[in-house]
């Protein structure tokens, strides 16, 4: 084996290693897109289920005012184009309440059903975020982490923004109550 | 205090060492066997001879095994299809995580048994299968079994089926190699080298000595190939119990499932020794303690418990 050959595998096995390199970030880019539409997918799951839900129980929580007034909060949230997993969240240690004092709506199920679809809904959108992110993550560790970045550099890859938060505001400071583990029994 | 990335880089490298090992080991194992094998059979080494044969057994058998896996297994274990109306939580955590790992949604199971646990199964996520016991789903809360499920789906995102199965090829074929060996003793090799006994002293001692590497590796390697398989399992659940804290991010619910699945004592009716290690927690519950237990654990297909349970919670 002379010097020309092992040069010459050397390029090939260079050549191999940019191309799949190069594929690695067009597909994830590919993927991160595909990861954001089913963010939208799922929110658009929650914007049907919500009405449909508020609709079956509200024979069983007409004493409940408070509770349908929250339900009808999220439905209008999600009507607007807005995530409302966050308000579904409050929701449910509520409801929680009027079920353990409740016995005949224990018994019933019905209620325990509309906070399981409520958490199931609220957790298909935050996995849908997850994957996004991590999708994210991982094309950005590798856009700049050396070797990699060498192909990042060559085809101008630029970094991708991840799920878009505000720069400021309430979610970038913890209070106290909040460092808790939260403990919720459903 | 190492985040989940770096408990995540940390164990690919470690897997990845102990894989090479593993292929290195076998390599040499195989290449030492042939030659001492060469040399008593008078067969020429390089060929296509008793290691092409062995291969073969062990391939096929493994392949079989390995592409038929789901189908196998849940005939073993006598599993049902699980259905969203008796197991509303089971699909509907089953379906949220996969949203969350970014795998398509994998055929789901149940095992009609008190014991708690879980196992995945399958060659490729495409043809992934996870199976609980309703044990596991009456037991466990929500959050528990998110833990438990995220655990299986990294087995099927890390191809974990096809690494094991590849590595029981290779253990196969030490063992076949080795069993054939000594096998070899019976079929007149010796006369042939009394024949050519006088071509040679040198020729004689090397043959003397490679004999005497060959019967030490025939004896060795199937023990030493099966520790390091046993190795390899083990460092893959450590990957699973990272990967699923990386699905949840919620550590706690997984320490808590693997405690109460660890409390529980009965043993699981399902599973026997060929499916045992591809259960979330080894089904037949041993607890020998100390040094006995250490070395007990080196021919385990799950790391202790208790390890497990303090990896994760540095996690959290």
Known sequence: MNI??????????????????????????????????????????????IPNLENSVKGYLTHEKGILQMLSDARKLVAAGKDASKEILEVLP??????????????????????DELRDTSDKVMYARRLMIDLTADYNVKRVSVPSNIVANMFSFTELKGLETAETGEHLTVSESEMKSPKVNL | MQNIYEVQQSNKIKSGVITALFFVFSVLTIYVLANAFGYYADYPVGGFGYVGIALIVSGVSTFVSYYYSDKIVLGISGARVANSKEDRLFTSVAENLCIGAGIPKPKLYVIEDSAPNAFATGRDPEHAVVCVTTGLLEKLNRTELEGVIAHELTHVKNYDIRLMSIVSVMVGLIALLGDWFFRARFFGGRDKHSLAGNAGRDDNQLGAIIMVVGIIFAILSPIIATLIQLAISRRREFMADAGSVTITRQPQGLIMALQKISADNEPLEAANKATAHLYIVNPFKTGIKGAVGTFAGLFNTHPPLSERISVLQKMS
């Not at chain 1, 595998?9 to 067009?26: C, E, G, M, Q, R």
């Open chain 1, 94 to 115: 509520k409801l929680q309440i009027v079920v353990e004092s409740n016995p005949q709506l224990k018994a019933d199920g019905v209620v325990t059903r509309l906070m």
């Open chain 1, 4 to 49: 020309t050959t092992i040069l010459l595998i050397a390029l090939v096995l260079v050549v191999l290693w940019v191309i799949s390199t190069y594929n690695f970030f067009v597909s994830s880019k590919a993927r991160v897109k595909a990861s954001i539409q089913e963010i939208g997918n799922q929110l658009k799951r929650q914007f049907d289920l």
